[in-house]
């Protein structure tokens, strides 16, 4: 689900970031990483989370291009309840993008993440959950701080050296709210998030 992917150059030993030709690609996604999931974890697999990285202002495709483009590619992979898009351009997500995900029944992942408004703003935005089985919430880094810069901070993740009242709430909140409607809350937490996951879970 990547955009664009690192593409290293042996005969200059350089890097450069490039449109990735497997974008979106239902065949790959079905018989490299669906069947083979399936085939090893059978019950055990809850959800596919497939994440879409921050799109900057000057490249990012038309909201509409965005729906066409995931209508596309799940309209030829297998039907299963489990998936979730976890969508981190927030202009992306507008009112037709969360009609399409319930249409789909497909899950709307809410990432406490850099660029992403806080939970309960997301919550907002999509109108509820859009799959009615299960709801993602991933507590990522804080907003407003880059990926790298978390790692430097939280590096090496042994002690809990920031705590976010409004990301403990905004998340007791969402998993309140699907419990009350009957919908599985599943929480991941990063490192990134805090400085340690389970004390962060804790």
């Known amino acids: ?56 202002a000057a ?25 979730h898009i976890e969508e981190r351009t927030d202009r992306l997500k507008s009112p037709d993008y969360f009609r399409f995900l319930r249409e789909r029944k497909i899950g709307n992942v809410f990432s406490h993440w850099s660029y992403l408004p806080p939970l309960d703003r997301q919550l907002e935005q999509a109108g509820g959950f859009s799959n009615r089985q299960a709801v993602i919430i991933r507590l990522l880094p804080p907003r407003g701080m880059k990926y790298e810069d978390a790692y430097l901070r939280y590096f090496p993740f042994a002690e809990l050296k920031d705590e976010d009242p409004k990301m403990f709430d905004d998340t007791a909140a969402l998993a ?27």
């Open 59 to 83: 490249t990012c495709p038309p909201p509409e291009a965005n729906i066409e483009s995931h209508d596309a590619f799940f309209s030829r992979i297998p039907e299963d309840s489990r998936y």
């Open 176 to 202: 309140k709210k699907a419990i009350e409607e009957e919908v599985d809350a599943w929480v991941t937490v990063n490192n990134r998030a805090g400085g340690n996951a389970p004390q962060i879970a804790r």
């Open 1 to 56: 689900t990547a955009h664009k992917t690192w593409v290293f150059d042996p005969s200059t030993r350089s890097r450069s970031f490039s449109e990735n030709p497997r974008f979106h690609d239902p065949e790959i996604f079905t018989e490299q990483f669906y069947k083979p999931a399936g085939a090893l974890l059978g019950s055990k697999l809850s959800g596919f989370i497939f994440e879409h990285e921050y799109q900057r």
